[in-house]
């Protein structure tokens, strides 16, 4: 499985304008050598916002949305699937950080950010989702996850469902050292791939400097983009290697055991 990612700066509140960037910024074909998976940054059509009214995707009846239609047209051109979030308007008023998996099939899975970021204001606008969430493609299990949920390892604890953790995020560059310390913790306490895919750029709010990477189960460095304009970063998830990881060295098997309320 090759997965890739992209960072860039995204133009705030302009979910149109975001996707034909897009568009110009999506390879031709990404699954030439077998399965692969294109993962963009938390809110990628606006960037972060507390206050998402305007700009916000709007799911029709049949729950398709200007948003998920480009990322199944996208998934179905390039011939990998795609992985991003977006501002969602829920009905009944309200909105979720809502993270989109989406295969080249069209057949999709979404998970709703369960942990919002209160110092940011999104608990004022947004609801909290309930569900973990697990989706598969090309053999792999990814469980799904958005920014601020790094920095809750219970939530995330492998337990034996899934290979890899995607987190999206706008994470911000005056805490960018703790992002890049908790994305390898995960890596390790998991015994999984890990990839953060993090923005660039400035918002109202905050400075975004990248540092979006792709971790392996022993917290080694298969790719990163570092703190800079760097867009493009790619590495192969070997599933063979990380099962005979597992069996080798069985950290999970002697893993506490708990229930989430």
């Given amino acids: 499985m090759k997965i890739l ?9 302009r979910p149109d304008e975001n996707l034909r960037r897009l568009d110009a910024l999506l390879p031709a074909s990404a699954a030439a050598e077998g399965p692969a998976l294109i993962v963009l940054p938390e ?8 206050a998402p009214a305007g700009a916000a995707d709007v799911p029709a009846a049949d729950g398709q949305s200007p948003a998920t239609d480009w990322m199944r047209r996208a998934a179905a051109r390039t011939g990998a699937a795609l992985c991003g979030s977006v501002a969602t308007k829920l009905d009944g008023g309200g909105f979720c ?3 989109w998996f989406v295969r080249p099939d069209g057949s999709a899975d979404y998970y709703d950010k ?15 989702g309930r569900r973990r969430v697990v989706a598969e493609h090309g053999g792999v299990r990814f469980l799904l996850q958005v920014c601020y949920d790094l920095r809750f390892p219970v939530f995330a604890r492998n337990r034996g469902d899934y290979d890899a953790i995607i987190y999206v995020a706008s994470w911000p560059a005056s ?21 953060g895919v993090n923005r660039t750029g400035a918002d109202p709010a905050c400075r975004y400097s990248g540092a979006s990477a792709i971790i392996g189960p022993k917290g080694e460095t298969l790719a990163d983009a ?17 099962d005979a990881f ?7 098997a002697d893993a506490d055991s708990f229930r989430l309320d």
């Avoid at 990612?5 to 509140?13: C, R, T």
């Avoid at 940011?120 to 947004?126: A, D, K, N, S």
């Fill in 5 to 13: 990612a992209l960072q860039y700066d995204i133009l705030w509140g």
């Fill in 43 to 50: 809110m990628f059509t606006t960037g972060f916002m507390s």
């Fill in 97 to 99: 950080n809502r993270l």
């Fill in 114 to 128: 369960v942990h919002l970021f209160g110092y940011g204001g999104e608990t004022e606008h947004y609801r909290a």
């Fill in 175 to 195: 805490r960018i050292g703790a992002w890049q310390t908790l994305l390898r913790a995960r890596a390790i306490e998991n015994q999984c791939y890990v990839a």
């Fill in 226 to 242: 570092g703190e800079s304009g760097k867009q493009w970063l790619d590495a192969r998830l070997d599933m063979a290697a990380l």
């Fill in 246 to 252: 597992r069996r080798k060295f069985p950290v999970l």
